[in-house]
């Protein structure tokens, strides 16, 4: 039984990691445009950046292109990491939570507290990623520094910034995930299961796109205020010319980033970006969950041969 557990837990981290992987490269220009305008913070009539195009048109017009990608490294590098913990996490979580409470379905309570329990500690094991790849993508065009620069530049607590509140967003994935198995188990009800060695049922490719899409957009909605304070307190220094003195470590606070919009945008700035971050994180989730699902069998079928070869080589060995 544990070798099961570890095997489907270990299926399901390793295709979401995948999937993550794939989704994230394919849409960081992106994010690194939905990134910067989040972090701007000015008040009417001051802002650099009107709406989302404006920062692909800088790119563009200073013939900085290949700034959109600066980051993508580390931003691949806590994408997978981030997602294989979290789907191992998840799985296991639920597989244990199965096995000593006996139930066959788990409730839509019981799998929020899983889903946040598994995002409170990849938050804690990715933060540091996640605050370089920020300030990578925040960064002047051109001027990105590479990870191991842009972690010691300030103290190690300066790579947790934001920590705080990756705890908070550990609600995001809860909701995410919650949503897309509580609609997934209602599509699959009722088909016949297979025996205890078979591929998990997988979705359409379609249909796993559709329901990773919804899951994302509540989940984000729900949390978006969150969301752009994160960015916002791991956001690079700003580079103007005017000033070489970084912000002081109180205007990263979260009370110090609420009451900045607050004065400067009014309570419509605390959503500003709302329809970008839907773009990118609809996207991206519906992609990863889309792969997801269609490798997850051929991962799953992988390893129950590996399982085997070696069951069946411990049995020669015995015999011999």
């Not at 359409?204 to 984000?220: E, H, M, N, R």
């Not at 000033?243 to 900045?260: D, F, G, H, Q, Y």
């Amino acid at each position: 039984m544990g070798l099961d557990l570890d095997l489907e837990s270990i299926s399901e981290a390793t295709s979401g990691a995948v999937g993550s992987l794939v989704s994230t490269t394919l849409l960081y220009p992106l994010d690194t445009c939905k990134t910067r305008y989040q972090a701007e913070v000015r008040g009417n009539g001051q802002a650099k950046y009107r709406n989302l195009s404006d920062v692909f048109w800088e790119a563009i017009s200073t013939r900085q292109f290949l700034s959109l990608y600066q980051g993508l490294e580390t931003k691949n590098l806590q994408s997978f990491i981030a997602q294989f913990v979290y789907f191992y996490g998840y799985s296991y979580f639920k597989r244990l939570y199965v096995e000593t409470s006996g139930v066959k379905s788990i409730g839509t309570r019981a799998n929020l507290v899983l889903a946040a329990a598994a995002g409170a500690c990849t938050a804690i094991l990715t933060q540091p990623l996640d605050t370089a790849s920020s300030r990578m993508q925040t960064s002047a065009f051109g001027k990105s520094k590479g990870l191991w620069k842009t972690l010691t530049d300030g103290s190690w607590i300066d790579a947790f910034d934001g920590l705080g509140i990756s705890l908070l967003l550990t609600a995001n994935p809860a909701i995410q995930y919650t949503v897309f198995d509580q609609l997934k188990l209602r599509l699959l009800k009722g088909k016949d299961k297979s025996g205890k060695d078979s591929s998990p049922e997988a979705l359409s490719a379609f249909t796993a796109f559709v329901l990773g899409a919804v899951s994302k957009t509540v989940a984000t909605v729900l949390t978006y205020p969150a969301i752009r304070c994160k960015v916002m307190i791991q956001a690079a220094d700003e580079d103007d010319g005017k000033t070489k003195n970084p912000r002081p470590k109180s205007s990263k606070t979260i009370p110090a980033v609420l009451c900045a919009i607050w004065k400067r945008e009014g309570i419509l700035g605390f959503f500003k970006g709302l329809h970008a971050q839907i773009l990118k994180t609809v996207l991206s989730s519906a992609l990863l969950l889309m792969i997801k699902e269609k490798i997850s069998a051929a991962t799953w079928v992988l390893l129950l041969s590996i399982r085997r070869s070696l069951l069946l080589t411990r049995g020669r060995l015995k015999s011999a």
